[in-house]
C-alpha cells in the first residue's frame, strides 16, 4: 500500500491519484487541493511542484528564488530582480512549507517509532537477561540436588547391593541342600497315562522300604527336545526327609549286594549235589533260565542303583 506524498498517510486503491511526471502518489483530495485550478484529475494529471518546475525556467526561478545582498543606499533585493520575472511564476512558498511541515511531522513519527523501538529493545534485552539468570540459578540448584542425592543414595545403593548378594548365596544354599533329598530312576520304561508316584511305590516296595503318602513326591524331567529320546526319561524324586533318602539309597546298595551274592551261590553250586535230585538236562535247562531271568533283573536292579548311587554322590 503507497503513502500519500500530500499527508503522508496510506492510500486506498480505489482512492489512489499518481503524478505522470514524478511518478508520486496523492489521495484524490489532497491532489485537488494541490491545483487549485483543477477540477477533476486526469491520467496526465501533474502534481503542483511539478507545475512550477515545468513553468518557470531554471535561471528566472533561480533569480526569483535567491534573495540579493541589500546596496549602499538601503533598497531591497526586490529591487535587483530582473524584468522578466513574472510573480505568477514564483514558487508558492505556503505549498513549500506545507511540505516542510509534512517532511517533519514524518520525521517526527519515525523519531518517535524509533524511541518505541529502542524502548522495546531495552525491554527484551531486559527479559532476556532476566530469562537467563533463572536459568543459571535452575541449573545451579539442579547440580546441588544431583550432588547431594548422590551424596545420600550412594551408601543406599552399596547396601542393596550387598543384601541382594546375600540373598543369592543363601538362594544358592538352600537349592543345594533342598537336592540333597532328590533322588533320579532311571531306565524305567514311560507309558501313556503313567503313575510315577505309583512307579516310586512300586521301586520301593521292591527295595523293601515302605514310603509313606507324604514321604515325597516324583514326576519325569521335561525335555524341550520335541524329537523321541532314545531312552525313557528320568523320574526325580523328592523326599521330604532326609532319613527316608538314606534308607532308599542304603536298601538299593543291599539289594544290589544281594542279587550279586545269590547269582554267585547259584553258579557254584556242585553238579552232583544237583544230578541226585533232578536229571542233569533238566537241571542244565532250569539253570539257564534262572540265571537268565536273575541277568535281566539283575541288569535293570543294576542300572537304577547305579543312577541312585551317581545322584547321592553328586548330592
Not at 511540505?99 to 524502548?119: K, P, Q, T, V
Not at 537349592?175 to 505309583?198: F, H, R, W
Amino acid at each position: 500500500m503507497s503513502k500519500c506524498k500530500g499527508c503522508g498517510k496510506y492510500i486506498a486503491q480505489k482512492d489512489i491519484t499518481k503524478c505522470s511526471k514524478c511518478q508520486n502518489y496523492y489521495h484524490r483530495t489532497c491532489a485537488l487541493a494541490a491545483t487549485p485550478g483543477v477540477k477533476s484529475v486526469s491520467p496526465k494529471w501533474i502534481c503542483a511542484g511539478c507545475n512550477v518546475v515545468l513553468a518557470t525556467p531554471p535561471a528566472v526561478a533561480e533569480a526569483c528564488v535567491s534573495p540579493q545582498p541589500s546596496n549602499s543606499h538601503g533598497a531591497t533585493a526586490s529591487n535587483n530582480l530582473p524584468r522578466d520575472c513574472n510573480p505568477a511564476q514564483t514558487v508558492d512558498v505556503s505549498l513549500i512549507l506545507k511540505e516542510i511541515r509534512i517532511f517533519r511531522e514524518e520525521i517526527n513519527a519515525l523519531i518517535s517509532e524509533l524511541r518505541e523501538f529502542r524502548e522495546e529493545m531495552l525491554s527484551l534485552q531486559a527479559g532476556n537477561k532476566m530469562c537467563n539468570d533463572r536459568v543459571d540459578l535452575l541449573e545451579k540448584r539442579v547440580a546441588a540436588l544431583e550432588e547431594k542425592s548422590d551424596q545420600h543414595l550412594y551408601p543406599d545403593l552399596t547396601t542393596l547391593e550387598t543384601t541382594v548378594r546375600d540373598l543369592k548365596l543363601k538362594l544358592n544354599e538352600r537349592e543345594q541342600e533342598s537336592l540333597l533329598n532328590d533322588i533320579e530312576v532311571s531306565g524305567v520304561p514311560e507309558s501313556n497315562g503313567e503313575n510315577a508316584k505309583q512307579i516310586i511305590n512300586m521301586i520301593s516296595i521292591k527295595l523293601g522300604i515302605k514310603l509313606e503318602e507324604r514321604a515325597g513326591n516324583g514326576r519325569r524331567n521335561y525335555e524341550e527336545s520335541e524329537e523321541k529320546a532314545p531312552r525313557p526319561r528320568v523320574i526325580v524324586v523328592r523326599l521330604t526327609r532326609s532319613t527316608a533318602t538314606a534308607s532308599a539309597q542304603r536298601s538299593a546298595q543291599l539289594s544290589y549286594e544281594k542279587a550279586v551274592k545269590l547269582l554267585k551261590d547259584h553258579l557254584q553250586l556242585a553238579p552232583s549235589a544237583l544230578a541226585e535230585r533232578y536229571h542233569f538236562r533238566q537241571w542244565r535247562q532250569n539253570c539257564e533260565e534262572n540265571i537268565a531271568n536273575y541277568v535281566a533283573g539283575l541288569k535293570k536292579l543294576a542300572e537304577a542303583s547305579a543312577h541312585l548311587t551317581d545322584t547321592v554322590m553328586r548330592t
